[in-house]
T-cell receptor, first 114, second 113 residues
């Protein structure tokens, strides 16, 4: 079974631009979560989608948004990029997001904002 | 709201020595508990999980963890460290239902030859 895939793996953007990251979950998984990982803050929860609905949201500004499609693939968008948005963005999928089932992580997208 | 505390952001052990990584959580209900490992430039990989049942959980690569409800702890151990164990380890808690997973800040394990 194919794992979680994320595209692109690396991205360099300029302040003020916007970016879209993509995540394809494991087949059959309906829950997709996004995390921002930085050396100083660790893993910070962005949001979780289940069956195309945002079910949970972390404490990030409205510049961070996401969506999920009917095939469970998910995208996250960051508008008006700031230097502090430089991070590793991780996507994780699970069967239903209840906690009984573990999350499977993708390799991440390394975003650098200059 | 739940929280996870990992004592020690960096831990160093000699090859062959015991590995002990500490994790304490706060949760109003018995949670689901997880340990993940992250190697450089990779995503997180599940080591083991506790959901219900036996409190001593065995995972991959010789790791195990014990859920102690009275101490609200879920420490990760391995009897003998190997060089390949050098990585960052994350403890995570999910209180159940559809609530979000909370991760600890991570512990970087260094294995000294």
């Amino acid at each position: 079974k194919a794992g979680v895939t994320q595209t692109p793996r690396y991205l360099i953007k300029t302040r003020g631009q916007q970016v879209t990251l993509s995540c394809s979950p494991i087949s059959g998984h309906r829950s997709v979560s996004w995390y921002q990982q930085t050396p100083g803050q660790g893993l910070q929860f962005l949001f979780e989608y289940f069956s195309e609905t945002q079910r949970n949201k972390g404490n990030f500004p409205g510049r961070f948004s996401g969506r999920q499609f009917s095939n469970s693939r998910s995208e996250m968008n960051v508008s008006t990029l700031e230097l502090g948005d430089s991070a590793l963005y991780l996507c994780a999928s699970s069967l239903d997001g209840t906690g009984h089932y573990e999350q499977y992580f993708g390799p991440g997208t390394r975003l650098t904002v200059t | 709201a739940q929280s996870v505390t990992q004592l020690g952001s960096h831990v160093s052990v000699s090859e062959g020595a015991l590995v002990l990584l500490r994790c304490n959580y706060s949760s109003s209900v018995p949670p689901y508990l997880f340990w993940y490992v992250q190697y450089p430039n990779q995503g997180l990989q599940l080591l083991l999980k506790y959901t219900t049942g036996a409190t001593l959980v065995k995972g991959i690569n010789g790791f195990e963890a014990e859920f102690k409800k009275s101490e609200t702890s879920f420490h990760l151990t391995k009897p003998s460290a190997h060089m390949s164990d050098a990585a960052e380890y994350f403890c995570a808690v999910n209180p159940g239902g559809y609530q979000k997973v909370t991760f600890g800040t991570g512990t970087k394990l260094q294995v000294i030859p």
